[in-house]
């Protein structure tokens, strides 16, 4: 089989196509013939030796694939190997895709939308009608927390980019409202949520725009910086800064992710969201892909096509 092997962490271009044999499916997994695999910025820290779980080397990465197990068309989060042809995945991380879901479409709702979900629900206690402000809102973790917010009952989802190139993507998400980064939006919105995957400035700012009982949602550090917190202003601000993390999650809880993926599909089946900013790439170009998201270039979702 096909599959990007990464032989030393020196980034995405270390990155190299080889035929390996396919992996073994034990016990309580199942292996998957993958048409269509995630491409997000754990990926990138993957091939830095900066993400916190790393493999031993050599080792295939990418953590989100779609494609077919026998006669089932599934989506699935792997412990690495998703950038191969055939994938393997643990059981209670393996989900059944709706007819009219493709495959690049599931192999984008895995980890982003369940990431969403997560932050929203369990840890962000999100009420209908409640104000959520999302930061890096034209990346793939952000269309995603403004659909999946606006799902759940939002009563308002403002958007924070970069820059006015975004503006569009996250509109069409469903953001009520859209700033850039570089305006006074802390000043201009009040939110009771923050989902916030950028880290650095933008998470002090996002303190500051915090209404009183509002939960600061930590996701990431797309911005390359890890910020610290001034408890005074959670103090002052009656706040919460909750920390989110969908793949330590599945090693406290085993039975979340099928509990929102039941959640995800009835949404996406009852046109409350898509998977939107899709971009389809080649399994050979996904080195230049994730050098793109490490330079933050990637807009929305890419996805390597395989099948």
Not at 11 to 22: M, S, Y
Not at 67 to 72: K, M
Not at 237 to 261: E, K, T
Not at 278 to 303: C, N, Q, Y
Request: proline content about 6%; some cysteine; aromatic content about 6%.
């Amino acid at each position: 089989m096909r599959a990007l092997v990464l032989h030393e962490t020196a980034g995405p271009e270390a990155l190299r196509l080889e035929d390996l044999p396919p992996p073994a499916a034990p016990d309580g997994t199942t292996a998957i013939e993958v048409h269509a695999a995630g491409i997000g910025f754990v990926d990138w820290l993957v091939t830095r030796g900066e993400y916190q779980i790393a493999p031993p080397l050599p080792f295939v990465p990418g953590i989100e694939v779609a494609g077919t197990a026998g006669d089932r068309r599934v989506a699935a989060t792997v412990p690495f190997g998703a950038f191969a042809e055939i994938a393997v995945a643990p059981d209670f991380a393996v989900f059944e895709l709706p007819g009219e879901m493709s495959f690049a479409q599931g192999a984008a709702m895995v980890t982003n939308y369940q990431t969403a979900h997560l932050a929203l629900t369990r840890r962000g206690r999100l009420r209908a009608g409640e104000t959520v402000l999302v930061l890096g809102a034209a990346g793939g973790v952000g269309v995603a927390a403004i659909q999946v917010a606006k799902a759940l009952g939002a009563g308002r989802v403002v958007a924070i980019v970069s820059a006015e190139s975004r503006i569009a993507i996250a509109q069409a998400a469903g953001a009520d409202a859209v700033h850039l980064a570089a305006g006074d939006w802390e000043r201009e919105e009040r939110a009771d949520v923050v989902v916030d995957p950028v880290g650095g400035d933008a998470f002090r700012r996002a303190l500051r725009c915090l209404a009183p009982e509002g939960r600061l949602l930590v996701v990431g550090f797309a911005s390359g910086t890890v910020p610290s917190v001034e408890v005074n202003r959670l103090l002052l601000r009656h706040a919460d800064v909750i920390g989110v993390n969908y793949g330590g999650m599945l090693a406290v809880d085993q039975g979340f992710p099928q509990a929102a993926w039941t959640d995800l599909r009835s949404w996406f089946e009852a046109g409350k969201l898509t998977p939107a900013a899709i971009s389809e790439h080649s399994l050979d170009a996904v080195p230049e892909v994730l050098a793109g998201l490490g330079e933050r270039r990637v807009t929305g979702k890419p996805v390597a096509i395989l099948r």
